[in-house]
């Protein structure tokens, strides 16, 4: 499909990834890879890539892998505690930690260091009812390979041993419990964004920094064609494309309802930004080295689950707790105000707006988090940071998350918390809407985009596929050995301890 002409006013490629994130950029090093011959550009609107939601400070930078996340491991209404969902989301995360690992050794990826610390961790829990969830979800998942390594206490004295700053100043009257994971881990997306970035341009990739896509269209030759502004010089071009990669992030949803393909009809978004408090109080940070996630308080979305977390960034670390919501009608950090009300559509509107009447609860929490003063978003840390000062923190605005709404099969408008790729029937345009888990699991999400629109070359990029990721195609709950090797292997690549 090797892709090379460029005429005066067009330039063609075969593949253009739009946005210069995570997503595009594990896209783009997977197909280069795979396909060394293909001619691809990536278009970024910004001065560099990795700087929207995969900045690490527009992110909480954990690394998914659904020890900590207790919105994952809901009660169902039988009484017992599903793990289903945790445990795809782990294996997500040990196919992430196999394909980074294969890029270290092959010198994609720099030092382990520089995008990826081991941390525990831990899920802290108050109250009879929390503790004895947490201890139903301790027996639940340690049934779980994957899972079987998690410690549980119910002791406060253990719980300090394990994170000193949670127990300090706390009153022993309340029942605590905690779950630990030795092996969770701290990443920085935005490194690895920027280290994918430079080896694309390394290998031949056009990087195109201050190139702003504004609208997709399908030309009479089957390409998608779309115009491109060069901020920085002022000058507008023509680009085409047999296959499109959408990773703008917030920005996808608009630039995908302007390709008209079918598949994004019905979808909106609805954007909620999120801030942090942050210290880098050695006195602090050196004594908390874990990443504590609680509970989300009720009507909160699952993504404002209150997390208190140690961050490596650049070399530096330091403290982060939140996220508390915002709101504000951009879709992108560095977007437009109109970004919401210019996603709305005849085939959006009725799903919106069955959305806003049935999430009452959601917006009512919004409202209250938008209200909250610094003194009250200290008030919360100290749930976890007992002894926590306001002045002792900073408020950080993190990025923005553009929650999917869509049409449920009963045609029914509903509120989506996961990441959902879209894809046109033919397969030659792709993208993805959502967040969470996002980032972590971006090169899971890539594979799958790969097997839905390339299904011609999966077959022959499959030997190859398996060298990337050992356990490419197969369960890892379901094969504990295969599983012990790739975590074993991983690990001493990646540095992060047994
Ligand atoms: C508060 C918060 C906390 C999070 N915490 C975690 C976490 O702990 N772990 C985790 O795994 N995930 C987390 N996520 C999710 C994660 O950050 C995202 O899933 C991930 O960064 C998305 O990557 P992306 O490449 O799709 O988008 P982005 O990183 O946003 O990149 C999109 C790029 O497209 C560019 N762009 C947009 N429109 C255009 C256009 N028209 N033309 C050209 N370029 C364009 C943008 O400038 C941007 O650089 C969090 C997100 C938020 C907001």
Known sequence: MSESASTHSTQRFDVILIGGGIMSTTLGAILKELQPDWNIALFEKLDGVGKESSDPWNNAGTGHTAYCELNYTPRGTDGSISTAKACGIADQFHVSRQLWSHWVKEGVLGTPRTFINALPHISFVWGPKNTQYLRDRYHAMRAEPLFSHIEHTEDLDTVAGWAPLLGRGRADTTPVAASRFEDGTDVDFG?????????????????????????????????????VKDTAAGEKFSASARFVFVGAG??????????GIEEIKGFGGFPVSGQFLRTTESAITEEHHAKVYGLAS????????PHLDTRFVEGRRSLMFGPFAGFSTNFLKAGSYFDLPLSVRGHNLIPMLQVGAANTS????????????????????RDFYPEAHPDQWELITAGQRVQVMKRNEKGKGVLQFGT???ASADGSIAGLLGASPGASTAPS????????????????????LENMVPSFGRVLNEEPKLLHEVSAATSATLQLGS
């Open 191 to 227: 490194s690895i964004s920027r280290q994918l970035a430079g080896h694309l341009g390394a290998q031949g990739v056009a990087m195109r920094y201050n190139h702003e896509v504004s609208g997709l269209s399908r030309g009479t030759d089957g390409r998608w064609d779309m115009k």
């Open 250 to 259: 917030g920005g996808a949803l608009s630039l995908l309802q302007s390709s």
């Open 298 to 305: 009720v009507g909160a979305p699952p993504m404002s689950v």
């Open 362 to 381: 959601l917006v009512t929490y919004l409202m209250k988090e938008v209200a909250k003063t610094h003194k009250k978003k200290v008030e919360a840390l």
């Open 420 to 422: 959902e790729l879209i």
């Open 445 to 464: 999400i890539m594979f799958k985009l790969l097997e839905r629109c390339f299904p011609g070359q999966i077959e022959s990029w499959k030997p190859q």
